[in-house]
């Protein structure tokens, strides 16, 4: 079964980029047909879909968030990355990676917990 | 857009539907997933594909669409206090996820 673990710095300054991977384990990160997302949950508040990337580099981003964000994949480390950049106490939040499939069920990451503050 | 209730509440044993209502057609024209989040811990699938359960998830979770309302409904039979959590239904619009505000169950 796949599993998926987040990991970045868990306190980022106001202004900067905060950036994150999510390493994939039980599956091939290459393999056709997974849509590879972004999901944060600010404390206390509802979950917020950021973005996706999936085949060769497709991406689509939420809207509200498209200016600020970069997703990438590394298929060498089985890896896909976030950054979002210009940071506020806002972006402050828990952020989930998850793997999507039409016709499959959602796997998620635990979460890591990220800090906007000086 | 989708709206869900804020919170429902529901005793032991009994049956519970939590409802998910879209706007401009989204949820009759796209699948829907709903997702359990436990106090403390992360989301995890529940229904996906509308009607489909995940794996490992008892045949006591349940999901429905009813197209001429453009709305879902997430169905729980025999109530556990395992089963006190807050779902989110999820749906697309133009290629992006969309997310319910979430309900929080509580387990009399």
């Known amino acids: 079964q796949v599993q998926l673990q987040e990991s970045g710095p868990g306190l980022v300054y106001p202004s900067q980029p905060l950036s994150l991977t999510c390493s994939v384990s039980g599956g091939s990160i290459s393999s056709g047909g997974y849509h590879w997302n972004w999901i944060r949950q600010p404390a206390g508040k509802g979950l917020e879909w950021i973005g996706r990337?999936?085949?060769?580099?497709?991406?689509n981003f939420n809207p509200s968030l498209r200016s600020r964000v970069t997703i990438s994949m590394d298929p060498s480390k089985n890896q896909f990355s976030l950054t979002l950049t210009s940071v506020t106490a806002a972006d402050t939040a828990v952020y989930y990676c998850?793997?999507?499939?039409?016709?499959?069920?959602?796997?998620w990451g635990h979460g890591i917990l990220v800090t906007v503050s000086s | 857009m989708l709206t869900q209730p804020h919170s429902v509440a529901e005793s032991p044993g009994k049956t519970v539907t939590i409802s998910c209502t879209g706007s401009?057609?989204?949820?009759?024209?796209?699948?829907v997933q709903w997702y359990q989040q436990r106090p403390g811990s992360g989301p995890t699938t529940v229904i996906y594909?509308?009607?489909?359960?995940a794996s490992g998830v008892p045949d006591r979770f349940s999901g429905s669409i009813d197209s001429s309302s453009n709305s879902a409904s997430l169905t729980i039979s025999g109530l556990r206090t395992e089963d006190e959590a807050d779902y989110y239904c999820q749906s697309y619009e133009s290629s992006i996820w969309v997310f319910g505000g979430g309900t929080r169950l509580t387990v009399l």
């Open positions: 998850a793997r999507a499939r039409v016709a499959s069920e959602t796997y």
């Open positions: 401009s057609g989204n949820i009759a024209s796209n699948y």
């Open positions: 990337i999936y085949g060769i580099g497709t991406i």
């Open positions: 594909e509308d009607i489909r359960r």
